[in-house]
């Protein structure tokens, strides 16, 4: 198979370009290495792609349209990922602007590839920030997104919407993923495990949200990659396709569209863990405590996540499970390898 992913030397696309190329497919990269954060990590992720022959990848911007055009066209992919996005919460209250560039206006070129080279299947990230102030625990797909508390949440909503549209006029079956609070090896610099093992490793003070009494469905890479390579055979069919004589059966909780081969899925861990647990367990593991600078909560964040997964579960047999302290181990490791401390 031949995929073609955005944002491949970004966290989520670097792990399922190199999942999808340990499998023995071919993978055409997109990614504009913006300097949101060090570029040398995403330089070095796409270093270890290329030491697979079938992987190639494109380094230009989603809004250079003719470029994205060029680069999927030559690539004649099967499946289109569409992971590339300005992601990060808080960071949208200070540049607003990065957002809807990247997300929006990217986000419309790549739609607007997709119609053109019509995939089998084309996926995109949203995230489990579209929840935003939605009070029912655990988030399930069919509940409210109407309450975006951030910019950032309300591009991907957005994103979710224009994929539908797109889905219907053109027919390109659209997955949407909402991500959960993805951690692991290679993670970004800006998240809370990098920064809370940075700071403890080198003693100086973290900043801890909400004095630490904040939820988050953590969810390990690998599991989460795992998904995605799970839903991408798992094409949502048109409506016109929905027939027991094409051996279609209805799915309990499916959000497919009554009007497009279109439907959203949460990847999550399905379990809610205490920020101040996840503290400990870095500080367990790095084997010395933080500094900790208690903070109240930011403007914009969300106190508590927490994935309901049954589809994903029941579209793939499936579903993420990766405690968190051994995912958290993981992350320590190779942050002590790839620094070399
Ligand atoms: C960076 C930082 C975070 N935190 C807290 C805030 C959260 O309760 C928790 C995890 O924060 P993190 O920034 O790692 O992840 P989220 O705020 O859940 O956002 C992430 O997951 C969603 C789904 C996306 O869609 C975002 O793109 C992604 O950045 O730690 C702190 O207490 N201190 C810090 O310095």
Same mark, same amino acid.
């Given at each position: ?8 030397? #970004?966290?989520?696309?670097? *792990?399922?370009? +190199? ?5 023995? *497919? ?86 607007? %590839? ?6 089998? *299947?084309? @996926? ?38 224009? #994929? ?56 390990? %890479? ?25 051996? /279609? ?12 081969? /279109?439907?959203?899925?949460?990847? #999550? ?5 205490? @920020? ?15 500094? +900790? ?34 995912? %958290? ?13």
């Amino acid at each position: 198979m031949r995929v073609f992913i955005t944002g491949s030397a #970004g966290f989520i696309g670097f *792990h399922l370009a +190199r999942l999808l190329l340990q499998q023995g *497919h071919t993978v055409h990269g997109y990614d504009g290495l913006t300097d949101y954060y060090d570029v040398r990590l995403k330089q070095r992720r796409h270093a270890l792609l290329r030491e697979f022959p079938a992987f190639a990848a494109t380094e230009a911007m989603l809004e250079d349209a003719a470029t994205l055009q060029a680069a999927a066209r030559a690539a004649q992919p099967d499946v289109i990922v569409h992971l590339a996005a300005q992601a990060g919460v808080r960071y949208s209250l200070e540049n607003p602007r990065a957002y809807i560039d990247a997300n929006l206006v990217g986000t419309f070129n790549l739609l607007e %590839v997709a119609r053109a080279i019509k995939p089998r *299947h084309l @996926l995109m990230a949203s995230t489990s920030s579209v929840y935003g102030a939605n009070p029912e625990m655990p988030f399930g797909e069919q509940q409210k997104t109407d309450w975006p508390l951030t910019l950032y949440a309300a591009t991907k909503k957005a994103n979710e919407a224009m #994929g539908h549209a797109y889905a219907h006029i053109h027919g390109v079956p659209t997955t949407m993923f909402r991500f959960f609070t993805v951690y692991g090896p290679w993670g970004r610099p800006d998240m809370a495990l990098f920064k809370f093992t940075k700071g403890i490793l080198e003693g100086t003070p973290i900043d801890i949200y909400n004095h630490g009494d904040m939820w988050r469905d953590f969810t390990y %890479v690998d599991d989460l990659v795992r998904a995605i390579r799970l839903l991408i055979d798992v094409v949502p069919p048109a409506p016109e396709q929905r027939t027991p004589a094409r051996g /279609w059966q209805p799915i309990e909780g499916d959000t497919l569209s009554p009007a497009a081969p /279109w439907r959203v899925v949460n990847i #999550g861990n399905s379990d809610k863990v205490r @920020l101040l647990d996840f503290v400990e367990a870095i500080e367990a593991e790095v084997g010395k405590p933080a500094v +900790r600078n208690h903070l109240p909560l930011q403007t914009g964040d969300v106190p508590a996540t927490w994935a309901e997964c049954s589809l994903l579960q029941r579209l793939t047999g499936y579903r993420p499970q990766t405690p968190f302290r051994q995912g %958290v181990a993981a992350f320590v490791r190779w942050y002590r390898d790839y620094h070399g401390v």
